[in-house]
C-alpha cells in the first residue's frame, strides 16, 4: 500500500507511525509536511498520483481534498463528518474516521452482529468537562472506570432503533469508549459490555489508521461511508494497531 497522508497536526502525526508498523505499507507520503521520523519510506509529497488511498486529519479543505482524491481516483479518508460534496460520489470517501463515530460505533456495530434483535444497546464515551453527580451509570476500563453519563449525539448513523447515545463528561487524562448490548440467548438474557480506555491522541491515530488501511485494501466501495460500513475489516485493523478491548459478560 501507498499512503498519502496530510498531518496538520498529533493525530494525522500519529496515525503515520500506526500505518508504518503495517508490513504491507510500502510507502507514507507527507502532503506539504516534512518527515523527521527518519524511516526511508516516509517522504513529502505534493501530487497524489501513484497512490493508493490519501486520508487528513484537517477538519476544514475537505472539498479541496475530495476534488484532489477524485481527481487521481483514489479513496479519501477523513477525521471529520463535513457536508457532503456530491450525493453520488464516484471514489469511496470515508467520513468521521475518529475515535467516537469510528471505533465506539463500530465496536456496537460488531457486538450487535451477535444478536438478531438486541434488547438493548448502548454506546457510551467520555468527553471533557466536570464529571456529573447524577445521571445515567457508566462503566468503562480502569484507570476511568465508573461515571455518570447525559444523553449524547447519536454518533453511529444506521444503528438499531432505540439505541441509546451516552456522554460521560471527565476532567482526567484518558479518553474512554463502551459499548453494551443487552439480549436474549438460549441460555438465558446476556449483558456484553465491551470498552477501551486509553491516551486520546493515540486512539484517535488508531481510528483514523484503521480507515485508511480498510479503504486502501478495498473495503468501502465507492459512496460515501462511515468506518461502520465495514466495520468487521475496520476493527480488524484497529486491533492489529494497538487497540485494547476489554470485555464484560453478565448473565441474568
Known sequence: MRIALEATGKI???????????????????IGRRSTSGDPRVSTIT???????????????FERRYRQASDHGIPLVVTSDPAPVSDDPAIPVVVGANSRTGLAAGLAAHECTRHANPMEVVVGWTE???????????????PIGNLWAREGAEIWHGAPAGTQFLAAPYDGPWTGLVARVTAATRDGV?????????????????????????????AYPPGIHYPTAAETVYLEMALGAGLEVATFIEKR
Open 190 to 218: 446476556e449483558l456484553r459490555t465491551v470498552g477501551v480506555t486509553d491516551d486520546g491522541a493515540y486512539l484517535a491515530g488508531i481510528a483514523l489508521s484503521a480507515a485508511v488501511l480498510a479503504a486502501a485494501g478495498g
Open 47 to 61: 501530487d497524489l498520483a501513484g497512490w493508493d488511498v490519501v486520508a487528513s486529519d484537517d477538519p476544514e479543505h
Open 128 to 142: 471533557t468537562g466536570s464529571p456529573l453527580r447524577r445521571g445515567r451509570p457508566l462503566v468503562f476500563p480502569q
Open 12 to 30: 494525522g502525526v500519529r496515525a503515520a507511525r500506526v500505518v508504518l508498523a503495517e508490513r504491507s505499507v510500502e510507502a507514507v507520503g507527507l
